[in-house]
């Protein structure tokens, strides 16, 4: 079979480009969702997209299509990923998934070759869920996670909303989110995690990916003079709060429950050195592949709640996001381990430890994702890196998977 071939110095000369968007002296990016910076790390997807001769669309809530190929009517083989990113981000994370698609795209066109079935590559909103909760917002609305008027309700921490943010930068499109739904889905991604590196493998398929429940904890003390207020007669909301931290950290390192915790975000009020915080707010993020480990941990945190409560703490807890873990489709990740075979690179399956866009999307179709090696297991920080050689080679793979994919009879 003839496949479309990469250019790997486009699609490198892409990541970089991409990657100056937002980029912070000091190193990494930050492109929040539907900021300025998004804007115009979108514009350029979309310029690429018509350079690759693909028809671009716009979804009502601002996931970007680029098809290419066969009736829009036909469900397409879809790629893609998320060009949004966290505070002071590396370069690679989603950015690469977006642009092995386009790279696709224009070497079908230059191959000249024709699809039997449109392949398109979304560039889906919101996927990392920093600015707006929660996270695979595009994607979620895809897969009827969420209603789409809700998700567009969706709100800043400054009261501004998904839908007037969409519109201020330009992406509030007219079409359904579920227009394309597609009749498989693969997303490339840099695996973010140590497991590729450290075992000298090239490539990951990914079989299942961890769920996550994501929770913000608001603890209501007392603040008062720190030098007067004798210790036990304190409501000390920070205290309160680091504990409370520490243990669920506790829980994860000792007993797995669940998997792995994180305090990302962590805010005293009215965070002074002289006063005694009267408040206190933080976030939590657990992640396990198994739900019913997921559903423990918040049952353990609704439990340490109540305990802080009966002490006199006025508590409020609110859920960010839940996502449930997923198995990818069998048929992707065996077509996904043969294309890697047959191009003679090793590979060797993997569950990812990071939410993703396909976590969404295979609730509406046949699923999976492939990985290529983060440099020293380092991702969401501006050190995150990968190979030339294994960028080029992952968007090969999923060249090829994708092309065999768009060219089958079934
Ligand atoms: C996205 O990167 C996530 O796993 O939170
Ligand atoms: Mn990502
Ligand atoms: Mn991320």
């Given amino acids: 079979m003839n496949f479309p071939q990469v250019n790997g110095h ?17 190193g990494g990016g930050t492109r929040l969702a539907l900021t300025d910076e998004d804007k115009q790390g979108r514009d350029l997807i979309v310029g690429w997209f018509a350079e690759a001769g693909a028809s671009v669309y716009v979804d009502k809530i601002g996931n970007i299509y680029g098809v290419l190929g066969g009736s829009v009517d036909t469900p397409p083989i879809m790629t893609g990923s998320h060009i949004d990113t966290v505070s002071r981000a590396g370069f690679l994370d989603g950015c690469y998934g977006v642009i092995a698609g386009v790279e696709l795209l224009q070497a079908i066109g230059e191959s000249g070759l024709t699809p039997d079935k449109p392949i398109a590559v979304t560039v889906f909103s919101n996927e990392e869920g920093v ?21 567009l309700a969706v709100e800043t921490r400054d009261g501004k909303s998904f839908q007037s943010e969409l519109q201020r930068i330009g992406y509030a499109g007219e079409i359904e989110p579920w227009k394309f739904i597609p009749e498989s889905f693969l997303e490339l991604h840099i695996e973010q995690g140590p497991v590729l ?5 090239q490539v990951g398929v990914v ?3 961890q769920g996550h429940s994501w929770w913000q904890v608001e ?32 829980y994860s390192a000792l007993d797995h429950l669940p998997n792995v915790t994180t305090v990302g975000t962590f805010a005293l009020e009215p965070n002074a050195v002289n006063v005694v915080p009267g408040k206190a707010k933080f976030t939590i993020d657990f992640r396990d592949s198994d739900d019913g480990q997921l559903r423990k941990a918040d049952a353990l945190l609704q439990s340490e709640v109540m305990k802080l409560q009966e002490q006199g703490f006025e508590v409020k807890l609110q859920t960010l996001s839940k996502a449930m873990s997923v198995k990818f489709d069998e048929g992707l990740c065996s077509l996904l381990q043969g294309v890697t075979e047959s191009i003679g690179a090793s590979n060797r399956r993997i569950v990812s430890g990071a939410s993703h866009d396909a976590q969404m999307i295979s609730r509406a179709c046949p699923s999976a994702m492939l990985f290529v090696q983060s440099s020293k297991g380092i991702s969401h920080n501006p050190k995150e890196n990968t190979p030339d050689d294994d960028l080029v080679l992952g968007a090969q793979i999923l060249a090829n998977a994708m092309w065999t994919l768009a060219t089958s009879k079934s």
């Fill in 131 to 151: 600015r707006f909760s929660p996270d695979l917002l595009g994607s979620r609305v895809i897969a009827k996670d969420i209603a789409l008027d809700e998700a």
């Fill in 207 to 209: 079989e299942a990916l």
């Fill in 219 to 250: 603890i209501v003390g007392c603040a008062n003079h720190a030098g007067t207020t004798p210790m036990h007669l304190r409501k000390d909301a920070g205290v309160a709060a680091m504990q409370l931290a520490c243990r669920l950290q506790e």
């Fill in 10 to 26: 486009r699609l490198l000369r892409r990541i970089q480009e991409l990657g100056q968007i937002g980029c912070l002296p000091g």
């Fill in 197 to 201: 590196e450290a075992t000298e493998t």
